[in-house]
């Protein structure tokens, strides 16, 4: 039992720096595709992302029961009960300033033929930085969008990046291993500087080329961004429900 609980105290000691270094400051080495399903520790800016869930339970993904009311807990094991009551409503009034500054959204032609060429174009704003993700998606669920590469489109080339600067980036991108496809429907973007005081928030755009998929029909396309409203230095609590998770529009895009 000792050399269990030893095993266990060692490993957690191994783990601890990784996870630090993943949250906050997104996920830098996740350099692939990916759904919002990952980010479980994430809150829901919306209850409707979850229409699979009863009620009461999606509402508990929301920043209000997930996010506040743990920094609201008096006791362990909220990380925040170091905070003074006052510390504890500035950093909620900060996070919800944030969420009422960020968006997403999503735009292509409502029209293409199957197999052809379709360009979707997302820009965001939120968030705290240092970096934002996005991800290409078909639907606005929580737990059950899939990559667009699932329902048929074929993302043919990297995703062109650019950040707050304007200019374009790749070094997020450069992390793949070389040789194999840079042609994914996740990106971060970096760089980002956050000053509420000046209206200062993370910003991007991302432009997809895709092909479009070979069955006629009736598809949807949605962006999502990926954000965080702390930024604090205790990263260690790597359990912090500071993250979100927002929805563009979900477009209609008919495949003829
Ligand atoms: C173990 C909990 C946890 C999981 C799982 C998680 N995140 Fe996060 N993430 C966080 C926290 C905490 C923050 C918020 C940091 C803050 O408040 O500024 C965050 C913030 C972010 C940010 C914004 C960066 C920042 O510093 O604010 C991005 C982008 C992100 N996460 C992407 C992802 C992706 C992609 C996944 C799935 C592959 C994921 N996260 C899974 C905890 C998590």
Redesign the pocket.
Known sequence: MKKRLAAILQATVFLLPV?AYG?????PQ?VTD?GPF?????SSVMAGYMPELPPDVAKKELPEQKHYALVRMPTLPSPYVELTPEDKERLINKAKLIDSNSAVSITARSKVKAGGELTVTVKARG???????IMLVDRALRYQARPVSSDGWLVTGEPEVIGQDGKIQKAWLDKRIKGTPRNLN?V?IEGERFDPERNLYPEGMVTYALKAPSAPGAYTLTAVL???????DKAGF??????RILFSEEIKVEVE
Not at 23 to 27: D, L, R, S
Not at 226 to 232: K, P, S
């Open positions: 996870a949250y906050p400051n997104g996920t996740y990916s990952c980010a479980s520790c994430h968030g705290n930085g240092p970096v934002i993700g996740f971060l990926l954000y965080g409203t702390e930024n604090t790597f359990q912090r429900p500071s993250g």
